[in-house]
């Protein structure tokens, strides 16, 4: 076990304290971590850094590492990642509505060096990443953390019209095969080279979408989102009120003039010819 405070440099911070409250940048920390696995995570976060157009941040908080209970925690070799802090921008796990092509950027890189993965859609995972290496980096139909990554791969990036369940079912498969055809990689995706290869050109394509400027059309598709996670009672008021500013006279003309220039076809074109 080692005691760390950072990661290639990164501080490492906690913020899940009643004066560094969850969402903040917290306060630097130390955390202890099996080597070998802290070799692994810095070699994630690396790749993460450089690949993202944001570069690397100032910090980095961590919900913990080694934690006194059982599974890979209790041997100081998972990690839990909250939130990540560059100068001008910050992405908050639990936002993750708000920062779709951001967070999935992220995410596909995370997975080409970690085998479980547990994101936003996991239970009791919405405010974090959990990371561990507990099994291999693979791709298989019947994991519920993996196959939620794909659904939410082929929603947000790809514009698949996907239901996010975690079940690989005829419909999750079939829009598979489109994205790997249009991507041009071989199938199945439960060939390892295959599934390296959608983490690589997923994380490449959900990069240069994060860097668009974001459509008031966006906005309102992720204002939708969260409505949609509300209770019953309260998800049939607010989406009344909604509807109202939605279809106000004023409003439709503002709306039908908007011109949304997220062109995800352009993008994986680009990606492709690189």
């Given at each position: ?130 990371l561990d290496t507990s099994v291999p980096v693979d791709y298989q139909e019947s994991s519920k953390s993996e196959t939620l990554y794909l659904q939410m791969a082929l929603k947000y990036i790809y514009g698949k019209s996907v239901i996010i369940d975690g079940i690989s079912g005829p ?104």
């Amino acid at each position: 076990m080692k005691s760390i405070n950072s990661i290639n440099g990164i501080p490492l911070h906690y913020a899940r304290l009643t004066n560094h409250p969850y969402g903040t940048i917290g306060e630097q920390r130390y955390f202890s971590i099996d080597d070998d696995f802290l070799k692994i995570l810095e070699k994630a976060f690396d790749e993460v850094f450089k690949r993202c157009p944001l570069g690397p941040p100032v910090a980095i908080t961590t919900a913990g590492i080694f934690v006194a209970k059982s599974g890979q925690h209790g041997h100081g070799s998972a990690f839990d990642l909250d939130a990540i802090f560059w100068k001008d921008t910050t992405l908050v796990t639990l936002n993750f509505v708000h920062q779709k092509q951001l967070y999935l950027g992220i995410e596909s890189i995370l997975r080409k060096h970690f085998g479980i993965v547990l994101n936003h859609f996991y239970p009791s995972h919405a405010d974090h990443w959990h990371l561990d290496t507990s099994v291999p980096v693979d791709y298989q139909e019947s994991s519920k953390s993996e196959t939620l990554y794909l659904q939410m791969a082929l929603k947000y990036i790809y514009g698949k019209s996907v239901i996010i369940d975690g079940i690989s079912g005829p419909q999750t498969r079939g829009f598979t095969r489109e994205v790997f055809k249009r991507l041009k990689i071989s199938e199945p995706i439960t060939t390892i080279v295959n599934y390296l290869k959608f983490l690589d050109l997923t994380a490449e394509i959900a990069f240069k979408l994060s860097e668009d400027k974001v459509s008031p059309i966006e906005l309102i598709n992720n204002l939708e989102a969260i409505i949609d996670t509300l209770p019953t009672a309260q998800k049939q008021e607010v989406r009344q009120a909604l509807n109202s500013f939605l279809d106000h006279i004023e409003t439709s003309k503002w709306i039908n003039s908007i011109k949304y220039d997220l062109d995800v076809e352009s993008v994986i074109d680009d990606v492709l010819e690189a």
